[in-house]
């Protein structure tokens, strides 16, 4: 079986741009989560995506947003790119429903910002 | 205080040693506790996750829980310098999953 998929694999904007970052989960995987990562902070947990609804979300500004289409597969938006959104973006996805809460990783996106 | 906590890094052992990672942690709701490990300029894979108080075993691998004590740990038994890595520590309740800021490990031959 395929795994997360994340395209584009790296990125560089400028700052003020805008990105859009795609996530195929895994075939049958109903849930997606995204992640940033970062040398300063670790792994901060950005939004969970599940039936194209959100159903959690971390602590980041609005300038973060997200969806998921109805084949499971998800985009994440950032507006106005500041330089400390510089980051390794992973999405993970898992099966969902009562029991299933291992998530795997993509192999993610890497933002730089300018 | 960091909802997860994992014994600071970096921890070096010889190869066929066994390497001891900790991980406690604050919500008394987590339910699912897993551990990743992530190897320099990768994503995080998953290598073990248990559910429930006690010991579970994968190979070498072995994942304690103590939901009284909001402890858990991960034991790699015969260390080989494959493991070398950085291992993260996670949990989920109810809500979102919460990482740890991860023990590097190195495994020297």
């Known amino acids: 079986k395929a795994g997360v998929t994340q395209t584009p694999r790296y990125l560089i904007k400028t700052r003020g741009q805008q990105v859009t970052l795609s996530c195929s989960p895994i075939?049958?995987?109903?849930?997606v989560s995204w992640y940033q990562q970062t040398p300063g902070q670790g792994l901060q947990f950005l939004f969970e995506?599940?039936?194209?609804?959100?159903?959690n979300k971390g602590n980041f500004p609005g300038r973060f947003s997200g969806r998921q289409f109805s084949n499971s597969r998800s985009e994440m938006n950032v507006s106005t790119l500041e330089l400390g959104d510089s980051a390794l973006y992973l999405c993970?996805?898992?099966?969902?429903?009562?029991?299933?809460?291992?998530?795997?990783f993509g192999p993610g996106t890497r933002l730089t910002v300018l | 205080q960091k909802e997860v906590e994992q014994n600071s890094g970096p921890l070096s052992v010889p190869e066929g040693a066994i390497a001891s990672l900790n991980c406690t942690y604050s919500?008394?709701?987590?339910?699912?506790f897993f551990w990743y490990r992530q190897y320099s300029g990768k994503s995080p894979e998953l290598i073990m996750f248990?559910?429930?108080?006690g010991d579970k075993e994968d190979g070498r691998f072995t994942a304690q829980l103590n939901k009284a004590s909001q402890y858990v740990s991960l034991l790699i038994r015969d260390s080989q310098p494959s493991d070398s890595a950085t291992y993260l520590c996670a949990m989920k309740g109810a809500g979102k999953s919460t990482f740890g800021d991860g023990t590097t490990l190195t495994v020297k031959p």
């Open positions: 919500d008394r709701g987590s339910q699912s």
């Open positions: 993970a996805s898992r099966l969902a429903g009562e029991g299933y809460n291992e998530q795997f």
């Open positions: 248990i559910y429930s108080n």
């Open positions: 995506y599940f039936s194209e609804t959100q159903r």
């Open positions: 075939s049958g995987h109903r849930s």
